[in-house]
């Protein structure tokens, strides 16, 4: 499978296995399918900055990658569609304003999540996010998760995931 160098390294104490390995990568055209280099030192991204770079509610935008997952940010205003997710928990962060996440399990009833708080839907747990007025969230989920899950030919549905350039 396909791993960083540098994760390589950190998973190793002696470097010197580490510097054969990267020669070989820098020499062998072949060897780079296989390993990938690293994209640099973290990068720190300012939210706000980061949201002012789309206005559109309902349509997530791909903001980063952890492992196999995705942390997208999403405006949010009205309704969504009721729907769960077969595979997929999900994790909602509202960083402006208030979520209203309709719930049934089996009973329905409303989690209001504000700002600074978060909330995590358990894969099967039919749901339906609401707000008033616009709502700011960062969501992580994994990569497979289609932002209507159980409902996929809803209008709401969004297939190809932008992703911002941060």
């Not at 950190?10 to 020669?23: E, K, N």
């Not at 304003?97 to 600074?116: F, W």
Request: charged share 30%.
């Amino acid at each position: 499978s396909e791993m960083c160098i540098r994760d390589r390294y950190q998973r190793r104490v002696r470097g010197s296995r580490v510097s054969a390995m990267w020669r070989a990568v820098k020499a062998a055209p072949s060897m780079r399918r296989t390993f990938r280099l690293c994209s640099g030192a973290p990068k720190t991204v300012n939210l706000s900055a980061a949201f002012a770079k789309f206005s559109d509610h309902w349509s997530p935008k791909i903001a980063g990658e952890i492992n196999q997952m995705h942390l997208k940010l999403v405006k949010v205003q009205g309704d969504f569609v009721w729907h769960h997710h077969e595979t997929e928990d999900e994790l909602f962060l509202v960083t402006k304003g208030t979520l209203r996440m309709k719930i049934k399990d089996p009973e329905e009833r409303v989690q209001v999540v504000s700002a600074g708080e978060f909330i995590i839907i358990p894969r099967m747990v039919e749901h339906c996010p609401c707000s008033e007025e616009e709502c700011e969230i960062v969501l992580l989920e994994p990569k497979s998760t289609l932002n209507t899950g159980s409902a996929p030919d809803d209008e709401l549905t969004v297939r190809d995931l932008g992703k911002l350039d941060l």
